[in-house]
């Protein structure tokens, strides 16, 4: 697929014109409003019954409506955030729809209430319903996570603390970030770069940059590390009061019901990264080689080996992951060229934008929008094809009721994983020469590496913070001590430096919509994997199989998701085993390649 001056930023006006002034948004959070109070007075005088399920089905009907506007707004709203961070107006609408956010979740606390007093006897006959029989999982979901949480007039209360205080902690962490300027020398001329910016810099084949820049970075981190540790102590604090509050002991356990899967599911994959880590460990030894180093430091690793490292023009990057998609199937490559055309993606270099890259549904509208600044490296264009992996999953399970739209992270990062992979696989066959074949693969082992130990070292880190937490507020220095400790440990000590600032530079610890925003991706890379592997096996007929798949995600756990689509267990070795290998063998290819 060729395109031409494709633009590389993307249209909101389709949704609200005008921006954060736009006078069609603020109607549309009117509305909201309105339909809050209503939904309210039906949460209130609802007495559910398993002789009449039209005041329920009324209560679910208008649960749907508001949760789709609400998830519209806050979708549009990030992304004003996200193009422009010194969009002050921006952040004000943040704000209330933050507050609406909590305003429904104090209704729904009410519903649900309403929904655990039924009997088991009569919600067995109220489920054989045809309509509530479609929403069964999630409703089940609801009424069972009600008994394990405080009553309704203590979780309103922590709804309502949490705006100005879970959440405000959260939105301080962006505020610091945006703010933070860092300076680069170019041809005798200091630049000022935003975070983001800054961190693309980190990947550059000229190692004098690559340090420079991390060492600017470092700088910011220690400057504002006070203020970092402390968000991240009181972001901690809010969620472990919650938690004694409630009797949860295991910090895991939000996180694991989130996500909808085991702990023995959780424990499992990790033993099998850990057994399998070593062609790894062996692979990042011998790019130091490669590159000249006795061991890599932490800003060499995404540094890509080999001179054929191609840069891609915007245009180049759409056609090649376009091109890419249709050797797996025509629903995705068509979706993706829709994306491209209708100019979903905002991916010009600019200052003033956010760092990272992310994917925001628009579920009232149908479609999505993608984040990202696009320099033109191999690294960008992996990236562009994840978020698209994420916008497709969206589309496929559009036309499912909203109640079971709502995927959790881990089989959210399947799709956008699984999108990786297949861009991946197909240039790496097509490269003309073994030194365009590296470049590839190393490409490949580079996520791995990403999933198995940069993530792992996230995780080790996380799980441990809070361990100490519990015990009080943990120091700046005690926090890069651990930071580092972990990355030793999930790197298998193969560096020679390593980044005890991590924490404050990663914005994943300060989300607070999702408790530990880390081993999510890891599972999704290594399910994919997986899914990836019967892909190979049955070709282009397999994408219908695969929509079948996602359809289902936001409607049972991921072990019986599993176990439906795959036929595997996720409590077991067994397929884990068989997904590693994969990954394992394009560090084993990389390895005898040089």
Request: negative net charge; glycine residues 6%; hydrophobic residues 40%.
């Amino acid at each position: 697929m060729a395109y031409h001056h494709l633009k590389d930023t993307w249209d909101l006006d389709v949704f609200f014109k005008g921006g954060s002034d736009s006078a069609a948004f603020r109607n549309h959070l009117k509305e909201i409003k309105t339909m809050l109070v209503s939904f309210k007075e039906k949460a209130d005088d609802l007495r559910v019954s398993k002789t009449d399920l039209s005041g329920l089905k009324e209560a679910l009907a208008l649960f749907e409506k508001i949760d789709v506007k609400i998830r519209e707004s806050n979708a549009y709203v990030g992304c004003l955030q996200a193009q422009d961070t010194t969009d002050l107006k921006a952040n004000a609408l943040n704000f209330e729809v933050t507050q609406l956010m909590s305003d429904f979740q104090k209704v729904l606390v009410v519903l649900d209430g309403e929904l655990a007093k039924v009997s088991n006897e009569g919600w067995e006959t109220i489920l054989k319903d045809e309509e509530m029989s479609e929403i069964a999982y999630v409703l089940n979901e609801r009424r069972t996570r009600v008994t394990e949480k405080l009553g309704a007039e203590q979780e309103t209360l922590i709804q309502g603390l949490s705006v100005d205080g879970y959440h405000a902690w959260g939105d301080l962490y962006n505020s610091i970030i945006n703010q933070i300027q860092i300076p680069y020398e170019e041809d005798g001329e200091t630049k000022i770069l935003s975070v983001g910016q800054a961190q693309n810099l980190t990947s550059k084949p000229d190692r004098n940059i690559r340090r420079s820049v991390f060492k600017n970075l470092d700088h910011a981190w220690v400057q504002h590390a006070d203020l970092l540790s402390s968000t991240l102590n009181h972001l901690a604090g809010f969620r472990l009061n919650v938690y004694k509050a409630r009797g949860w002991d295991n910090v895991l356990k939000e996180p694991l019901d989130i996500n909808r899967m085991k702990q023995e599911t959780l424990d499992v994959m990790w033993e099998v990264i850990n057994d399998h880590k070593q062609p790894f460990a062996d692979y990042l030894s011998r790019k130091a080689s490669l590159l000249g180093l006795e061991r890599l430091s932490w800003y060499d690793v995404d540094v890509p080996v080999g001179s054929a490292a191609k840069e891609y023009s915007y245009d180049e990057a759409a056609g090649f992951i376009t091109d890419q998609f249709d050797t797996f199937g025509k629903k995705l490559s068509a979706f993706t060229e829709k994306a491209f055309r209708d100019r979903w993606i905002e991916a010009e270099n600019r200052s003033g934008k956010r760092p990272g890259g992310f994917c925001a549904n628009f579920p009232d509208s149908g479609q999505s929008r993608i984040f990202m600044t696009f320099a033109g490296s191999p690294s960008n264009v992996s990236t562009l094809a994840h978020e698209l992996g994420h916008a497709f999953h969206q589309e496929a399970i559009l036309d499912e009721r909203p109640l079971n739209r709502a995927y959790a992270m881990n089989v959210a990062e399947t799709a956008s994983t699984f999108a990786e992979m297949i861009a991946a696989d197909a240039a790496l066959k097509q490269a003309d020469s073994d030194d365009e074949k590296l470049v590839l693969l190393e490409d490949k082992v580079q996520r791995s590496v990403a999933f198995f130990m940069n993530i792992h070292a996230r995780f080790l880190f996380e799980t441990r913070f809070y361990a100490e937490r519990k015990n009080g507020v943990v120091s700046v220095s005690r926090l890069n001590e651990l930071m580092e400790e972990a990355q030793k440990e999930a790197f298998c000590g193969a560096l020679g430096e390593y980044h005890p600032y991590f924490w404050a530079s990663k914005l994943h610890f300060y989300i607070t919509s999702v408790p530990f925003y880390n081993f999510p991706y890891t599972f999704g890379y290594l399910f994919s994997l997986g899914i990836y592997a019967k892909a190979l096996k049955e070709g282009r007929a397999f994408e219908e199989k695969y929509i079948a798949l996602l359809k289902d995600t936001a409607s049972m756990t991921v072990e019986e998701l599993a176990m439906k689509h795959l036929g595997a267990d996720l409590t077991k070795r067994d397929f884990w085993e068989e997904a590693i290998q994969l990954a394992v063998r394009d560090a084993e290819a990389f390895l005898a390649l040089t």
